[in-house]
């Protein structure tokens, strides 16, 4: 059974930064990306950013340039997250893609983001 488990989540101040981390076990299969997804209550899912295997990365466009994902080698994937806006508060989620069918996937559990002051 593949599980996906994400950390690195908490409480910053506005301004500040946070890095995500997220890795998956038990899989058989090849990744085909992964990628962040972020959702606060009453409102759908939305990508924050994603990164392939071929190494392109998409973003959404409320990022505007503020975070950055990555991978290592092992496949563990990371949100660096600067400059951070109140309104980045939610839960973020973290999912492998194992194909081109984007229904081919496994998600974290979330991890919460709150950024006050």
């Known amino acids: 059974q593949v599980q996906v488990a994400e950390s690195g989540g908490g409480l910053v101040q506005p301004g500040g930064s946070l890095r995500l981390s997220c890795a998956a076990s038990?899989?058989?299969?090849?990744?085909?990306?992964m990628a962040w997804y972020r959702q606060v209550p009453e409102k759908q899912r939305e990508l924050v950013a994603a990164i392939y295997a071929g190494g392109q990365t998409k973003y959404g466009d409320f990022v505007e340039g503020r975070f950055t994902i990555s991978r290592d080698i092992k496949n563990t994937v990371f949100l660096q997250m600067n400059s951070l806006k109140p309104e980045d508060t939610a839960v973020y989620y973290c999912k492998f893609q194992w194909g081109s069918n984007p229904d081919f996937g496994s998600w974290g559990q979330g991890t919460q983001v709150t950024v006050s002051s």
């Open positions: 038990g899989s058989k299969f090849g990744v085909y990306a």
